[in-house]
Nanobody, 114 residues
Framework: VQLQASGGGLVQAGGSLRLSCAFS????????VGWYRRPPGKQREMVVT???????NYANSVKGRFTISRDSAKNVAYLQMNTLKPEDTAVYLC?????????WGQGTLVTVSS
C-alpha cells in the first residue's frame, strides 16, 4: 500500500484546511486509516483514526474541530481541519492499517500563524 498526502500549507489562526491522502496498491487489505502529526521538536501523536465500520477516535485536542472521512470508491481519506490554532502546526501524516502492517505517507506541513 502506498499513500500520498497533500493539502498542507500556511493558514491564519481560525482558518481551515483540508488534507487529502490518496491510497494505492492493495487497498482492499486496509481495515483502518488514520492521521497523525509531528509538531516541531515533539513526538508523533495520533490525531484521528477511522475503521472500516466507521468508528472514529479523535485526540481530545482536535475534537469538534477536525473531521476525518474516507471515500473508498476513490481510495482517498480526508482530514477537514477547522478553527485551526497555532498549536496545530505540524507535519501531518496519513496512515493505513492492514493485516500485513502499517503504512505511512510522506507527510504534509501545516503551519498556523497567530
Amino acid at each position: 500500500v502506498q499513500l500520498q498526502a497533500s493539502g498542507g500549507g500556511l493558514v491564519q489562526a481560525g482558518g481551515s484546511l483540508r488534507l487529502s491522502c490518496a491510497f494505492s496498491g492493495n487497498t482492499n487489505s486496509i481495515y483502518a486509516v488514520g492521521w497523525y502529526r509531528r509538531p516541531p521538536g515533539k513526538q508523533r501523536e495520533m490525531v484521528v483514526t477511522l475503521n472500516r465500520e466507521g468508528a472514529t477516535n479523535y485526540a481530545n485536542s482536535v475534537k469538534g474541530r477536525f473531521t476525518i472521512s474516507r471515500d473508498s470508491a476513490k481510495n482517498v481519506a480526508y482530514l477537514q481541519m477547522n478553527t485551526l490554532k497555532p498549536e496545530d502546526t505540524a507535519v501531518y501524516l496519513c496512515s493505513a492499517f492492514s493485516a500485513a502492517g502499517t503504512y505511512w505517507g510522506q507527510g504534509t506541513l501545516v503551519t498556523v500563524s497567530s
